[in-house]
């Protein structure tokens, strides 16, 4: 297993290059390679695979989603009695060192990517956002070590891991209502989520209220689907709202109340003069 991390680590590795050249224009709406558009009656427009290789799309979607899978196997394969988030982040059982490197190597190229992209797509007056998410998901991440000595359980490292767990749920269901998506609706809906986890969370481990439900990986912890559930919802909505807050940032003309830097609006600029310039390339050259 660990063979085939270590081959699709190298994959990666020979795929950066190409992969940070055609990243590094995404934001401003540049760089889209030929591959990536389709060509109908209207002109050329971009095709679906230009949104899987958007940045949003890598560092919300493909590179949390594989390493949750990874290191979520990774666990239940060395015996992890549930699947809750905290297992994928840490096994419950001792697990050997390079099972160690490559599950924390995943984890910190996650966070940092997430990091990274929230930093450079809020304003500087929300940056503190970004910062947030890396202290609370570093935190959480590290608290959760407990392969080497087994002095982890009912410590305070436990105990630690707890809150910080807490912590990240509060701070997203805060942060998507917020932040990404101003609707009431969405922020009852966080909210009510986060309130019965923890409750249902503490129900089970504090009180042991409730039986067992005889489902593997699950046991007694009904609101583990609610945890994993909060996380996929939070970077769903900021990859959905990505696009559609940077429309609202080119409309408001970077007059103090835009949500996003100004210089969205000189990137729709750019944008512009570039289709204008391949109309006018495709008149001169109708085949192409």
Not at 13 to 29: A, D, F, P, W
Not at 58 to 64: G, N, Q, T
Not at 113 to 124: E, V
Request: with cysteine; proline share 5%.
């Amino acid at each position: 297993f660990f063979c085939v991390v270590q081959n699709f680590a190298i994959m990666a590795c020979r795929n950066q290059v190409e992969v940070c050249r055609i990243l590094s224009g995404t934001m401003l709406g540049m760089h889209r390679p030929e591959i990536l558009r389709i060509s109908d009656a209207a002109g050329t427009q971009p095709s679906w695979l230009w949104t899987l290789a958007e940045e949003r799309t890598l560092r919300l979607l493909i590179i949390p989603f594989g390493t949750v899978l990874v290191t979520l196997a990774m666990s239940l394969m060395n015996g992890s009695e549930f699947a809750f988030v905290s297992d994928a982040l840490n096994s419950e059982k001792p697990e050997p060192m390079q099972q160690v490197i490559s599950r924390y190597y995943l984890w910190h190229l996650t966070i940092f990517s997430i990091f990274s992209f929230k930093l450079r797509a809020l304003p500087s007056s929300l940056s503190y956002v970004a910062y947030l998410n890396l202290f609370a998901f570093l935190l959480c991440l590290w608290s959760g070590f407990k392969t080497w000595d087994g002095s982890y359980w009912k410590s305070w490292r436990q105990y630690l891991h707890w809150a910080s767990s807490g912590i990240v749920l509060i701070l997203l269901s805060v942060e998507t209502p917020a932040v990404w998506w101003r609707e009431q609706a969405v922020g009852v809906a966080f909210a009510a989520l986060v309130v019965i986890f923890i409750a249902a969370f503490l129900s089970v481990a504090v009180f042991h209220a409730i039986p067992s439900t005889g489902i593997p990986w699950v046991g007694p912890h009904v609101e583990l689907p609610i945890e994993w559930t909060v996380l996929g919802a939070h970077f769903g909505v900021v990859w959905f709202r990505w696009p559609s807050l940077q429309l609202e940032a080119q409309a408001e003309r970077g007059d103090g109340s835009s949500f996003f830097p100004a210089d969205a609006a000189l990137a729709q600029q750019q944008l512009q003069q570039q289709q204008q310039q391949l109309q006018h390339g495709r008149a001169y050259a109708p085949g192409v």
